[in-house]
Structure formats: C-alpha cells, structure tokens
C-alpha cells in the first residue's frame, strides 16, 4: 500500500508546469531545481512566471549567473528599475545593486543606525515610499554564511484572509502613508541625490497606498502596510493609527504565513513584492553576506 502524504493548501492549486516544484511552506515558497536561468524558451519563462505568481516567491538553487545573466533573467518577466532609489547600483551594471552586509554595518555605525541595513533587516516590503512600488525582486546569493542569514517571506494574502469579514472591510477603506526618510536619509544625504522612473531627488517624499490592495494579475487582495515604511493610517487619529499598525504587523507575519529559506552561492530568489514582506535573520555574527539584486517596475496599488 502507498500511503500519500496530503498536499499542503499552496500546493494542492498549483499550475501544472514541466518541471519540478517543491513547495518548501503551506502558504507560500517553492524551490526549482534543475533549470538553467541563461536557457529558458519563452514556454519554460511562462510557465516560471505561473508558478511564480502562485507560490509568490521561488527560488532557483545552483545557478551561476553573471551580473549581465542576471539582468537579462530579470527582463524576461519585466522592466528593470534603475536599481535601488538610493542605493547606487554596480559601475558597469547600474540596474544591479549589492548589499554586502559587512559595509553596510560599518556605514551604519560611522552614522548612526538609521537604516537598519546591519547584520538583518526587519520585515519590509520593497520600496514602498515611491508612488509605484516594484513589481518583484530577483536577489542573487553572492556570498552567505555557511549556517544563518537566511530569508524569511510572509503571505500577505494569506494575512488578510486570515482576517474576520469585518475587519477586511473596515480595512479596505483606510489609506497609509509610506515614508523612506527614516531609513534612507542618510544615504540620500551622503550619495547628494537619487533617482527612480527617471527622475532625480533629494529628498524622499512620503507616499499614500490602500491599506488592502487588489493583485493586478490574480484580482487578490492581500494587507499592503509593512513596518519598514509605513509610518501611519490618513484616516485615524495617531493613538488609533499606532495600535492598528502594530496589531497589523505583528498579524501579518505569523508564523504559519511564512517560509523561511536557507541560502547557498548563486542561488536566484524571485518574489512577488505586491503580495509578500520579507525579513533578514541576523544571526550570522561576522560571517560574510553579500547579495545583488534586480528590481522590477510595479504599478500604483489600488
Ligand atoms: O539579503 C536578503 O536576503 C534580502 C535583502 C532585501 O531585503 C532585499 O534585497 O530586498
Ligand atoms: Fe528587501
């Protein structure tokens, strides 16, 4: 007798697609193993951009991707942004930008910690301060410590659907603001100006988001405030607009809304930043972690 384990919730829908996906949590993740990101037909790309949008964030193990692979993976499923806001991309590659953790602690401790970016950076969804927050990320694992500094991803469909029906929809009507000052200001101040859609900036000016926003190609709603950037609700007086945010934070990233994943060299992530938070565990003391990443253009949330 064969005794089959159940499918968990994530994988039990799952499109159907020619090569093998193993979910890695109930409610989001999937690794694929065994592609070649440098050689993928537009059939195989389709079929990653369907398994992507359903596991909201998949990862890719033993790849060994150049900056320029990188790159040219990410243009398959979008426009690349010019990197980060702030933070400058590579010299010969701008749309790539790295974080080598070691330097971004020894930066934070020459000017305070204001950016968070030390050993792990707190929950966050990408780039939420501008008015059209990324699509996606694809982060390349460049250099990460044999044990530790993994990556944690939340579901924030799941999150909302958690909700009861009342609060869904008390929700559903409320505006946050978005606000990069707290954690780029000292980059911005130090680099003089930024850039994004083309346009250059000194200053990061606080943005307005639907608190409950609607997928533009799956038509879910999913929570979209994150303790990063968002700084408060328009439509509350601030007693009730902290206590709501911290309820909301804390809601957003239980336990069972997670995937938690280990990191090996050139291992590829790709996430759906509209539906998912993600969060660094900094638990890898001096250890070295270097990442790179490509950001994809994204919408207005609505
Ligand atoms: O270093 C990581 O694993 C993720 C860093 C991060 O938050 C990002 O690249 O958006
Ligand atoms: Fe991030």
Do not use: C
């Amino acid at each position: 007798m064969t005794i089959t384990a159940p499918e968990a919730p994530a994988a039990a829908t799952a499109p159907d697609v020619p090569f093998e996906v193993i979910p890695l949590s109930g409610n989001l993740g999937a690794e694929i193993p065994g592609l070649d990101l440098r050689t993928l037909d537009d059939d195989t790309i389709a079929a990653v951009r369907a398994t992507w949008l359903h596991y909201k964030v998949v990862f890719f193990p033993g790849q060994d991707l150049t900056p320029q692979d990188h790159l040219a993976f990410a243009r398959r499923f979008g426009e690349p942004t010019e990197g980060h806001p702030v933070i400058p991309g590579l010299p010969d590659q701008p749309e790539v930008f790295q974080i080598d953790y070691t330097q971004a602690r020894e930066l934070a401790a020459a000017y305070g910690d204001v950016s968070d970016v030390s050993r792990g950076l707190h929950w966050h969804t990408d780039v939420t301060f501008v008015r059209r927050p990324p699509l996606g990320s694809i982060l390349r694992a460049v250099e990460v410590p044999r044990a530790g500094g993994d990556t944690l991803f939340s579901n924030q469909e799941a999150a909302f659907d958690d909700l009861s029906p009342a609060l869904q929809e008390f929700l559903s009507t409320l505006t946050a603001v978005h606000d990069g000052q707290d954690q780029f200001k000292v980059i911005l101040d130090l680099i003089g100006e930024g850039t994004w859609e083309g346009k250059t900036f000194t200053k990061l000016e606080p943005v307005e988001h639907p608190v409950v926003r609607t997928h533009p190609e799956t038509g879910k709603r999913s929570l979209f405030v994150n303790p990063g950037f968002t700084s408060r609700i328009k439509e509350l007086k601030r007693t009730e607009s902290d206590a709501l945010l911290a309820y909301l934070f804390q809601h957003s990233v239980r336990p069972e809304f997670t995937v938690r994943y280990h990191w090996q060299p050139g291992t590829i992530a790709f996430w759906d930043n509209r539906a998912t938070q993600h969060a660094v565990v900094g638990d890898y003391g001096d250890h070295r972690r270097v990442i790179q990443r490509v950001t994809l253009r994204g919408d207005e949330p609505r």
